[in-house]
């Protein structure tokens, strides 16, 4: 099964697509420190340079190596759609685990309360916390986080109410498995799809996210991000810099955000019980 499953998912373009450029900006976020050649905070050079030899994309108006601080903005960027999307996975999976599982007015209370999130803008929820309260990137990626999980929750409650009624479930119950138990080797086990593609969503909508509240100069300015790069770029648009310093971080995640989704669209297609009949 697992070999078929592999076999099946390095020979999907998409997946071969997503899984190379994962591998490529992987690389950048583990190893972005070292392969930059400049300090990116370093302002010792001439500002608004052209690329050359020493310095491979030029200096931006601040007099930074621009392709140093592409290295660091991008591992900003990933890092932050990474822990946005987990925490919004665990707290998703959570809730929809309990309100399907124990139902009645747990259930009404928590589908009620992940309505509310789900009628609320998550974007000017973030722009206002990051324009009133200037907090650290980690508490914005929380927030977000807590704007995000209802969908999920909602996708495993479900699924949860489906296995409820399930043989083995049924059997556990009667054989004397607790709650948690059922919960912890019935459950959480047979939803590992709806993981994966709820994670990959998540992920995918934080990092835009991220560089959307970058663009829109509400993080901190010594904060290097790929929204950041853009904003300050576009304000020289009538010089000759766009291939330069403003393409590169629009390519770097405009490619972040087709890697994630390229992963997503693979994954459902094999995981996703009702898309099984397509795969010929």
Excluded at 189 to 201: Q, T
Aim: proline share 6%; with cysteine; charged share 10%.
């Amino acid at each position: 099964m697992c070999a078929d499953l592999r076999r099946y998912l390095f020979h999907d373009p998409w997946f071969a697509a997503g899984f190379v450029l994962a591998v490529m900006f992987t690389v950048v976020v583990v190893l972005g420190p070292a392969l930059a050649p400049f300090d990116p905070w370093d302002m010792s050079f001439a500002p608004i340079s052209p690329p050359s030899a020493k310095h491979f994309l030029g200096i931006n108006d601040g007099g930074q190596d621009i392709f140093s601080e592409l290295l660091f903005a991008v591992r900003n960027t990933v890092v932050f759609g990474l822990t946005s999307g987990i925490i919004a996975l665990c707290v998703g999976v959570a809730v929809g685990l309990i309100a399907g599982w124990y139902g009645g007015f747990v259930d009404m209370i928590l589908m009620r309360v992940a309505d509310i999130l789900l009628a609320i803008p998550a974007i000017m929820i973030l722009i206002l916390t990051a324009a009133l309260f200037r907090p650290s990137p980690w508490i914005l990626a929380l927030i977000l986080a807590g704007m995000m999980w209802p969908t999920i929750s909602k996708a495993v409650r479900a699924q949860t109410l489906s296995l409820h009624e399930s043989l083995h479930v049924k059997a556990a119950a009667q054989i004397g498995g607790g709650n948690l138990y059922i919960i912890r080797r019935h459950l959480l086990p047979g939803m590992f799809p709806l993981y994966l593609i709820g994670f990959a969503a998540k992920a995918r909508m934080a990092m835009f996210m991220e560089a959307s509240l970058a663009f829109l100069g509400l993080f901190d300015p010594s904060r290097k991000s790929l929204g950041m790069m853009i904003g300050y770029a576009v304000k020289y648009y009538y010089l000759n810099i766009w291939w330069n310093w403003l393409l590169p971080p629009i390519v770097c995640l405009s490619l972040l955000i087709m890697s994630v989704t390229f992963l997503a669209i693979s994954l459902e297609k094999v995981l996703d019980p009702r898309l099984k009949n397509s795969l010929g």
